[in-house]
Every structure is written in C-alpha cells, then in structure tokens.
C-alpha cells in the first residue's frame, strides 16, 4: 500500500499566490524528508530536504513544514511562478539505510498567469 | 559539472530480450540507487549499491540485477523482458546515506 500519499493530486493556482502542497508519512523509522520537483521528461530536482528533529526549514521561496505528532510534512512555495508548474512529491527517508522507503505519487502544480 | 547521466535516453525491445541501462556520475558518490516509475506508483526501488561490489535488492527486484564494478556505474540489467518491465528508469546517487539523491533524467523503455 502507500504509505506516503499526497492529499490533493493537482493544484492549481495564480501566478504570484503563494502554493501548499501536503504529505502524508507512516513509516515510523523515517527520520528524513525530502521534496522533489519534476518537470516533464526530466528526473526528480532535489528541492529542499527536512529532518525529524527539526520541524520547519526554509530554502529561497520554498518552506518546508514537519509535524511528527500527525506524520504530516508539506511544502510551500512563495509567489509562485509559471516555472514552478511541475510535479512535485515527497520523499520519506530512513537516514540508516539511505534509500527513500517511500515516494510520494505526487501533486501536480499547474500556475496560471 | 559533476552530473548523472543515463543512457539510452529511449529504447524499444522484444520480451525475451537482455537489456541493460546504463547509468554513470561523475560526483563519486558511494550511494547509487535504480527506480521505476509508473503511472499510479510512485518511484519504486530496484537495486541499490553502497559501493564498489556491494548490491542490494530493493522492493520490486525480480527480473532485474545490478554490478558494481567501479564507483562511477551501476548498469541495470534485465535477463529476460516482460512486458511488465515497461517503464520508466531512473538511476540516483548520493554522497552519503543521509543525503539527498541526485537523479539522471531517465530512460524510457518499451518492451514489446
């Protein structure tokens, strides 16, 4: 089953408005999370990561939020333009063994002029 | 730049077939890891190598395998194509366990 799953599979929203987009994790041995945008025909773009002993990290125009007690991480972006139309999805990690135990399937982020 | 670049970018096969994807960075990454990625899944892991002669089996390996020879590659391998092994591949690698993973821009395989 999935266990990292996204809540709203497309959002859309106005250039400039800012953008949220939510995660759901269940494993309870990941202690690390990473968020990654992926445009069409390209690989996953390493965006900004968070780990569990903090709950909010701030990269350029890009917020990421980490509530343990609910298993629940999302991503906000700022002012968002057209370029940041993409797919984005959640990554949860178990920094001992290093490989993601689960991706998201991802949230589509459509930005209209 | 360092990078991660796989290879080919397409390719078109029979089942039955051998077929192996390249994948090659130049970041000198211990950590290298295969995924597929198919409509309704998220990535899901293939292989994955800690390093030189070390592989392991990720959570959808069967049909596939993976040599590490040099730190530089890890070739996916599969023996004999189904055409349930069609998909999209993507290979990642990391500069340590708790590191984000850097991906290649994929490869695209049909298996007919």
């Known amino acids: 089953g999935e266990s990292v799953g996204l809540h709203l599979p497309t959002l859309s929203v106005q250039e400039g408005d800012n953008s949220i987009i939510n995660c759901a994790y269940s494993n309870s041995a990941s202690d690390y999370f990473i968020w990654y945008k992926q445009e069409s025909g390209k690989g996953p773009q390493f965006i900004i990561d968070?780990?569990?002993?903090?709950d909010k990290r701030q990269g350029q125009r890009v917020t990421v939020l980490l509530n343990k007690t609910v298993k629940h991480l999302s991503l906000q972006i700022a002012a968002t333009q057209p370029g940041d139309s993409a797919v984005y999805f959640c990554?949860?990690?178990?920094?001992?063994?290093?490989?993601?135990?689960?991706f998201g399937k991802g949230t589509s982020l459509l930005v209209t002029p | 730049d360092a990078e991660i670049t796989q290879s080919p970018r397409h390719k078109i096969t029979e089942t039955g077939r051998q077929v192996t994807l390249a994948c090659h960075q130049t970041w000198n990454h211990n950590n290298m890891f295969w995924y597929r990625q198919d409509l309704g899944h998220g990535l899901r892991l293939i292989h994955y190598?800690?390093?030189?002669?070390?592989?392991n089996k990720g959570e959808v390996s069967d049909g596939y395998s993976v040599s590490r020879s040099n730190t530089e590659d890890l070739p996916l391998t599969l023996e004999s194509a189904a055409s349930s092994q069609t998909s999209v591949y993507f290979c990642?690698?990391?500069?340590?366990?708790?590191?984000?993973?850097?991906f290649g821009d994929g490869t695209r395989l049909s298996i007919l």
């Open positions: 990642a690698s990391s500069e340590n366990r708790g590191q984000p993973q850097h």
């Open positions: 968070i780990r569990s002993n903090m």
């Open positions: 190598s800690y390093g030189v002669q070390d592989t």
């Open positions: 990554a949860e990690v178990d920094s001992n063994s290093g490989y993601a135990l689960n």
